[in-house]
Each structure stands twice: as structure tokens, then as C-alpha cells.
């Protein structure tokens, strides 16, 4: 295990690229954590470097400062990986930890301080120091793969939202007819049924849904 660093803000400006007065606007503006103090000497470590290359990064990409503060403030009132994942074990969604940047990089600049927000209300993501973990893979690149269809972050979070609300109502209904016929072990060991009603059933839906538009799309080849 790597030995933790820590800095005096001489140090800490020098290793960012700033200077001892940026550090100290940043650090009243409440951009990054306040140091630990020993005495008289404020100490920094690695996770204060990771924010101010973060906040450096931002900058270049065209966020305002108060956006950054924004962002800052998400980071640190945001959920913790303990409190995102809980105490037992995912059964099948695969965790991912992800950089400011190489978020920023899926979303294509929309990883703005309300999507962030937005996101960590729903449980999507939570904070480990400066970075960020995604409570499953799966709906990470599907949020990645519709933004890059030209659907906007925002839009996705309000679909993930209600999405979720049903399937908190699927999961329960499933729940309560297995525990209504069956001792409660057999719960996870039945859980790939309940996943394959529900995607089955999806699947249904979006063809009669298709079939409904396809009926009533109008017919511009008849004069």
C-alpha cells in the first residue's frame, strides 16, 4: 500500500501548477477540502492535488469557476461507495470507478453539476475521495451510448428515475409471489425468472409500441 503524502501549500501550488494565492481563492471558495492543521502549518495530500488538476481541467473545457464549486460541493455532500453499494454484495452490476475527466469524456461536457447531482440522488454514483464510482457498467454504457445518440444526460436521469420506480414495483410484486409460495431462500436462487418476465414483457411492449407508430405514421407516398 502506497504511503500517504502529504504537502505544505508551497508544495501543493508548485505540484499543480498554480500559485499560493490561486491555491488559497481556491481554498476559500471552498473548491477544495480544508487541510489538515498541525499547529500553525496547514497539510495537503494527494486527494487536494487530484482536485486542483480536476479543477485545472474544467477550466480548459469551459466550466465557470461557481459551476466548479457546484461540482466541488456534489463531491463532498455526495454519497460514499460504502453508502452507494451497501453492506452485502451485487449480485450481478458491476461496480465502475471512474475519473472526473473520463466521466466527462462519456457525457461529452454534459457532466454538469445538476446531472451529477441528479445522479447521485438516484444512487447511480458515489464518491471515493476525488473519484467517482458508477454502481453498475451496464447503466453506465447505456447512458453513454443514448447521450452519444444525441439524447441529452439530463433527459436519460429523469427516464432512469421513473424506470426505476417501476421496477422497485416489479421487483416487490416478484418478491411477494415467491415468498407468498416459497421459503425466502428461494428468492435469489429464483431471481433470473423474475429478470427474464420482466425483459420478455419489455421486449413485447416496444413491439406493439412499434407496431402502434408504424399504424399511425402518415403515408406520404399516397397523393
Known sequence: MAEKREYRMEELARLAGITVRTLRFYRERKLIPPPRREGRIAWYDDHHLARLRTIAALLERG???????????????????????????????????????ELAARFEGQDTPGNLAAAMELGYLGTDGDEIVHISRRLLDVSTALVREGIPLSAVLQAGARVREHADALAELFADLILGH???????????????????????????????QGREAPDHGRG
Open 63 to 101: 466550466h465557470t469557476l461557481s459551476g466548479i464549486a457546484e461540482l466541488a460541493e456534489a463531491f463532498d455532500h455526495g454519497r460514499d461507495v460504502a453508502d452507494l453499494l451497501g453492506f452485502g454484495t451485487l449480485t450481478e452490476e458491476e461496480p465502475v470507478r471512474l475519473t472526473p475527466e
Open 182 to 212: 416459497a421459503p425466502e431462500e428461494d428468492l435469489a436462487r429464483l431471481r433470473p425468472l423474475a429478470q427474464s418476465v420482466v425483459d420478455a414483457e419489455l421486449s413485447l411492449a416496444l413491439d406493439r409500441r412499434l407496431r402502434e
